[in-house]
Antibody, heavy 116, light 106 residues
């Protein structure tokens, strides 16, 4: 059974950093692109970033480019999202999802709240 | 970016047939996908590549379309289908989602 479990969310002050993790199981992690998708409270879905099989290629949405970094550790079957210079508009539930093209599996999400 | 436009809400009764539309601002070929999201839950893939049913999804759900106009159908609607439905395109970069269509009971 495919499982994606996010962790690392919480309350953070504007301008600070936070790192999210997503532990994957039930499939060969290194065979798939992976992605982060977020959802602000009561809002729709927004793609944040994607990463290739070995991590050599990364892709970002304009709203996070230069501030967020997606990475992976295939030995640990874990996906990461390093978030720097956080803003109030980054407040959202962050989901990891198995890519590419369509998101067949999603984690349960981790809530990040950016507030002073 | 490719903008996907969905109707914000639809009211339905169990047993009815409901169709949700998604119009893209430019062609997305057939790389359009549909998700169901219930309150407090993560999205769930229902349809991929416009018309392919995801694993374990009941045949009451279907999708069609290509280019810029896509439809998602539930026939017949069940009470458990009350949720928000999102379309998502992955043909153009960046991938984008529609604003969601909330199904409500009449």
């Amino acid at each position: 059974e495919v499982q994606l479990v996010e962790s690392g969310g919480g309350l953070v002050q504007p301008g600070r950093s936070m790192k999210l993790s997503c532990a994957a199981s039930g499939f060969t992690f290194s065979d798939y692109y992976m992605a982060w998708v977020r959802q602000a409270p009561k809002k729709g879905l927004e793609w944040v970033a994607s990463i290739s099989y070995e991590g050599s290629s990364t892709y970002y949405g304009d709203s996070v480019k230069g501030r967020f970094t997606i990475s992976r550790d295939n030995a640990k079957s874990t996906l990461y999202l390093q978030m720097n210079s956080l803003r109030s508009e980054d407040t959202a539930t962050y989901y990891c999802a198995r890519d590419p093209a369509w998101f067949a599996y999603w984690g349960q999400g981790t809530l990040v709240t950016v507030s002073s | 970016d490719t903008v996907l436009t969905q109707s914000p809400a639809l009211a339905v009764s169990p047993g009815e047939r409901v169709t949700i539309s998604c119009r893209a601002s430019e062609s997305v070929s057939t790389l359009m996908h549909w998700y169901q999201q219930k309150p407090g839950q993560q999205p769930k893939l229902l349809i991929y590549k416009a018309s392919n049913l995801a694993s374990g999804v009941p045949a009451r759900f279907s999708g069609s379309g290509s280019g810029t106009d896509f439809t998602f159908t539930i026939d017949p609607v069940e009470a458990d289908d009350i949720a928000t439905y999102y379309c998502h395109q992955s043909w153009n970069s960046p991938p984008t989602f529609g604003g969601g269509t909330k199904l409500e009971l009449k």
